[in-house]
């Protein structure tokens, strides 16, 4: 469950944080697929409680009320199309599985499909569960809870969602069934929601019942889905990520907090020298790898401080050093903007879901940030796509918070968090020629709209990146010399 099954040469997935399934399926075709995206993990597509109360909140989407699937995002009919659409265009799809819990408590009780819920009586009638399917007694988690107390953890209710047993057969069944129809519909893996609250042995027997992938859809036969556990784990709780990681992958949700304290200023870039298990993360095919996620963006989960697109300048820079470097699967943040951290999508006063509008240098509208359509960001897709298995070599750093380093003989790339100029001449590891930054342009007609670096027949270059330049790093690679 921990090869991701891009197709050759991909390597990275995007989050579309609730976009429609029509919309996913014209991005894998006109933009993914071309610019060589690996992946996307969608937002959930099972049935969820429509909280009209709070105006329809990006979280009403971790309410599950049914497995049809029917959401905001689209109907079964739209989800298989974008599927095999995506497919198509060598992308692949992964779904957030809700399976911890349903929906509970709210005084509004229908779904984004029209079906209802008695909460009062455990009863979710279009599963169907019923009040043995859930975990008894009921108890809520406390906060003290994760510092004593796994089982509770595992068996109460997660903010008083209705917490299932997946220690019942019929509920095993029930989730199964659910995942299984997604893998038939040609989708490649799972990102387990809340896999913190659920017992490691119930999700390896869940695990256990699942399809090979559709090898209609592209897969190689006996190919395992994909699966990455989130489990929020800064250290110190009763249950740990490595409960999990002989399982499946899991995300490593130290990865952006560390990232983001150096790119913030808080830690020196130099120190990034060693970046990966020597910080006390995960083996790297084990990791998910991610700066920001929708709820650490917003000041849900875990750990706080985290670069967002709100910060642009750090956090590109944040996202080229993930992409630039080899440790991990990295998984890249694609945003609507919001003040308001409850605020659901761009929508209109039905509260359909507003497409994104694109923008004639690639960026969005509407209300969308498309982070994975930022130059600095989607060029640099396309530079670990070329580095490939490459380790890092010729490391170089001036004691503080200028590094840069070579991808083998493939791509080299600089960054200056100092706020004085970075002026030197450097190791690119390149063969000689004259290459286009893509971090600060790209190439066009035979030409560069950003700095062009001219590497010698030594592979040496002179590297500036001044300390109030737009962007904080330079990056060239193979194919993009003139
Ligand atoms: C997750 N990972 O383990 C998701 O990444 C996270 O986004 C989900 O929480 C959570 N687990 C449950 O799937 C979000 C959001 C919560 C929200 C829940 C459920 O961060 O704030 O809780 O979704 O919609 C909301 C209310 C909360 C209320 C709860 C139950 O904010 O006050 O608790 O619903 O009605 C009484
Ligand atoms: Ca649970």
Same mark, same amino acid.
């Given at each position: 469950h921990k090869d991701p099954h891009y197709m050759?040469? *991909?390597?990275?997935?995007?989050?579309?944080?609730?976009?429609?399934?029509?919309?996913?399926?014209?991005?894998?075709?006109?933009?993914?697929?071309?610019?060589?995206?690996?992946?996307?993990?969608?937002?959930?597509?099972?049935?969820?409680?429509?909280? *009209?109360s709070r105006n329809r909140p990006w979280w009403e989407r971790y309410q599950p009320i049914s497995y049809r699937l029917v959401t905001r995002s689209g109907n079964e009919q739209q989800?298989?199309?974008?599927?095999? *659409?995506?497919?198509?265009?060598?992308? *692949?799809?992964?779904? !957030?599985?809700?399976?911890?819990?349903?929906?509970?408590?709210?005084?509004?009780?229908?779904?984004?499909?029209?079906?209802t819920a008695d909460f009062n009586n455990w009863y979710y009638p279009a599963v169907p569960y019923g009040r043995n399917d859930f975990n008894s007694p009921q108890c809520v988690i406390q906060g003290n809870d994760y510092q004593c107390c796994a089982d509770r953890v595992r068996n109460c209710e997660l903010s008083g969602l209705k917490d299932l047993n997946q220690g019942s057969e019929y509920v095993r069944g029930k989730i199964t069934e659910y995942?299984?129809?997604?893998? !038939?519909?040609?989708v490649a893996g799972f990102r387990i929601d809340a896999a913190k609250h659920m017992w490691p042995g119930d999700l390896s027997a869940i695990y256990s019942r699942l399809n090979n992938l559709n090898t209609n859809h592209g897969f190689s036969h006996g190919a395992r889905p994909y699966i990455y556990q989130e489990v929020i784990d800064l250290g110190g709780e009763a249950v740990s990520r490595n409960e999990y990681s002989s399982l499946a992958a899991v995300t490593e949700f130290k990865y952006g907090m560390e990232l983001s304290r150096c790119f913030n200023g808080q830690n020196q870039l130099r120190w990034l020298v060693n970046f990966g298990p020597n910080w006390g993360f995960l083996a790297s095919n084990d990791a998910l790898t991610f700066v920001d996620n929708h709820d650490n963006q917003r000041g849900h989960g875990a750990g706080g401080n985290i670069l967002t697109h709100k910060r642009a300048k750090q956090y590109k820079g944040a996202i080229a050093f993930m992409l630039a470097h080899p440790y991990g699967r990295p998984q890249l943040m694609s945003s609507f903007s919001f003040h308001d951290t409850e605020a659901g999508p761009p929508m209109d006063s039905n509260g359909n879901i507003i497409s994104p509008a694109i923008n004639s240098d690639n960026t969005c509208g509407n209300g969308w940030v498309c982070e994975h359509r930022w130059r600095q960001i989607y060029q640099m897709v396309a530079f670990r796509n070329v580095a490939g298995n490459t380790g890092i070599n010729d490391w170089w750093d001036n004691g503080s918070n200028q590094i840069a380093f070579c991808r083998g003989g493939q791509g080299f790339v600089a960054f200056n968090n100092d706020n004085w100029d970075l002026n030197t001449n450097l190791q690119t590891c390149l063969p000689a020629g004259r290459y286009c930054d893509v971090i600060s342009g790209e190439k066009r007609n035979n030409g560069c709209t950003g700095k062009v670096i001219t590497v010698g027949g030594d592979g040496r270059a002179q590297i500036v990146l001044g300390a109030n330049d737009y962007d904080m790093a330079l990056a060239i690679h193979r194919g993009q010399d003139s």
């Open positions: 050759s040469g *991909r390597t990275t997935m995007v989050h579309l944080f609730e976009w429609k399934w029509d919309d996913i399926a014209a991005e894998c075709e006109r933009f993914l697929g071309p610019r060589g995206f690996g992946g996307i993990q969608i937002s959930p597509p099972n049935e969820n409680l429509a909280i *009209r989800f298989e199309n974008m599927v095999r *659409r995506c497919n198509n265009a060598g992308v *692949r799809i992964y779904v !957030d599985a809700i399976i911890n819990h349903m929906t509970g408590t709210w005084g509004e009780n229908v779904g984004t499909g029209g079906s995942m299984n129809r997604l893998i !038939d519909l040609g």
